[in-house]
């Protein structure tokens, strides 16, 4: 290079000028990894949500609404915006802004016209606060799937089940892709069904997220599936801390697994065909009461080789999760009835023989480890005794929320049994602990649970799902709860 060349190149290189403009850090440059594109139809309201502001996106989402926008788009659109935007491990957490979806919606379709929006509303501001969480936490979005490695639709399913096995996370999630784009959803979930229910770890939430996934994609539509099975798939081969791989390890949480793969075979040929029998759910209500989960999956094979159906079986699951409730309240025994809820589903949406005796072993080896350490406190879902309201009609259901609370949990609760008794409406109960959710509810936990316990009460005999509702109660909001602040915001943000 010639000195004049030297000469222009320095002066071309004086770039003072620049210093005029605020720097910018190394982080700032960093090319941000693209997030996964979404479905055209709904990716401008999933942006709404996601650059929206807090304090701001229920104003923006209600101004839409009276312009047009619909309710399976912004159901839609909650669903997706979780998926892309909040890291789904734990699965649980920050992450039940997304679980809560398909609750929120039961909710919506339980209630009159006018109230159907409030459990979207919610959703949404639950949410803008995962979100917030999940930057705090590293600010975690679903980038594209690795296309090169995605299998060819004659092998994508059986690179699933490898994968799955070898809990192998990349193989899993390119392998989820080329079932989306090529299989039915039937087919995905019955391969999914098995590994929500593989291990203990997250206390359930898995099955939930399958279950609570798939049914709001029965309404949104299966073309949305994509980004939302590789969110499952990766929640699945969550290990909680596990360093070494399940697959080739010995973790407790692993084990029920494992032996009921073995314990499955020995459920006679003909099982479905089993009778309802009261004296079976009785028995296997003692199992989940005082046994492990080596005694609750053994207690199912016997009762079932005896000739008691699959319905006596869950009678004594939803019952038992029931009890576990009054038991000792709190999360753990809580979601004895959200994975039983989801099982449940589970169990009658798949076909195939061996994953339906898989679950129904599964969830009942789940029971006694919802129970943990809880001390017996005497307190039996068959045993209660009714107490009467002292007040009738639509009072006597004010009287029973007018109870509810930490000191008066087994009161409220017999007097639910007395009221439904005498011939009380179950709706008029399940209607209140509705309206009272949106009124005072603070927590995903609380839609989750409503929604599970208000479907299941229709699943069972007359006779136990009243005694599961009393049982509820122990986790039900009350009068004496004070309000959340939802309804003000979303009156504001309609009137604004």
């Given amino acids: ?15 003072g000028f620049l210093g005029r403009l605020p720097s910018v850090s190394a982080a700032e440059a ?22 929206t502001p807090r304090e701001r996106v229920l104003e923006e989402v209600a101004a839409r609404l009276k312009v047009g926008m619909s309710y399976r788009e912004i159901l839609g659109a909650l669903l997706l915006a979780g998926v892309r935007n909040i890291q789904p491990r734990p699965v649980g957490f920050k992450f039940h802004a997304v679980l809560v979806v398909n609750s929120a919606h039961l909710a919506s379709l339980a209630s009159p016209d006018r109230e159907r929006w409030l459990p979207l509303f919610w959703a949404i501001d639950q949410f803008k606060s995962s ?22 639709s004659h092998k994508a399913r059986q690179a699933l089940i490898d994968a799955m096995d070898r809990w192998d996370e990349s193989g899993a999630d390119a392998a989820i892709a080329g079932m989306a784009r090529t299989a039915g959803a039937d087919e995905i979930f019955e391969v999914l069904s098995r590994y929500g229910a593989r291990d203990f770890r997250e206390i359930g939430h898995k099955e939930i997220y399958l279950a609570n996934s798939y049914r709001t994609l029965e309404v949104i539509g299966w ?20 360093k070494d791989n399940p697959s080739k390890s010995d973790y407790p949480a692993d084990r029920p697994y494992r032996r009921n793969l073995e314990l499955g075979r020995k459920i006679r040929p003909g099982w479905l065909d089993g009778r309802v029998d009261p004296t079976a759910t009785t028995e296997m209500l003692r199992a989940i009461r005082e046994g492990s989960a080596k005694d609750a999956s053994d207690k199912v094979v016997e009762l079932l080789n005896r000739g008691a159906g699959p319905q006596s079986i869950f009678d004594a699951l939803f019952a038992g999760a029931g009890e576990l409730l009054m038991r000792s309240p709190g999360i753990l025994s ?15 949406r798949v076909r195939d023989d061996d994953t339906r005796r898989l679950l129904l072993l599964q969830n009942a080896a789940f029971m006694p480890l919802f129970r943990g350490n809880s001390k017996d406190k005497g307190l039996r879902v068959d045993e209660l005794e009714p107490i009467s309201p002292q007040a009738g009609g639509s009072a006597a259901v004010d009287e029973i929320f007018g109870e509810i609370g930490p000191d008066h949990r087994v009161e409220a609760a017999r007097k639910v049994l007395g009221y439904l008794k005498a011939d009380g409406s179950a709706k008029a109960l399940i209607d209140a602990g509705r309206r009272f959710i949106f009124l005072k509810g603070r927590d995903a936990h609380d839609y989750k649970f409503t929604s599970a316990v208000h479907e299941d009460f229709y699943a069972m005999p007359q006779a136990l799902a009243q005694r599961y509702l009393a049982a509820s109660v122990f986790n039900w909001r009350g009068s004496r709860d004070t309000d959340n602040e939802l309804i003000g915001r979303v009156r504001a943000a309609i009137d604004g």
Avoid at 134 to 152: C, F, L, N, Y
Avoid at 223 to 242: C, I, K, N
Avoid at 339 to 347: I, L, S
Wanted: proline fraction near 9%; hydrophobic fraction near 45%; avoid cysteine.
């Fill in 30 to 51: 960093r090319v941000a990894p693209a997030p996964v594109s979404l479905h055209p139809e709904l990716e401008p309201i999933v942006r709404l949500l996601e650059n």
């Fill in 1 to 15: 290079m010639t000195a004049g060349g030297a000469g222009v190149l320095a002066a071309s290189m004086d770039l």
């Fill in 131 to 152: 979100q917030a969480a999940d930057v705090r936490e590293g600010d975690w979005t679903m980038g594209p799937v690795d296309e090169a490695a995605v299998p060819p």
């Fill in 334 to 348: 809580m979601h004895a009835t959200t994975f039983t809820n989801a099982t449940h589903y589970a169990w009658h």
């Fill in 223 to 242: 073309r949305h599936a994509e980004p939302v099975l590789r969110s499952l798939v990766y929640a699945m081969l969550d290990r909680v801390g596990d």
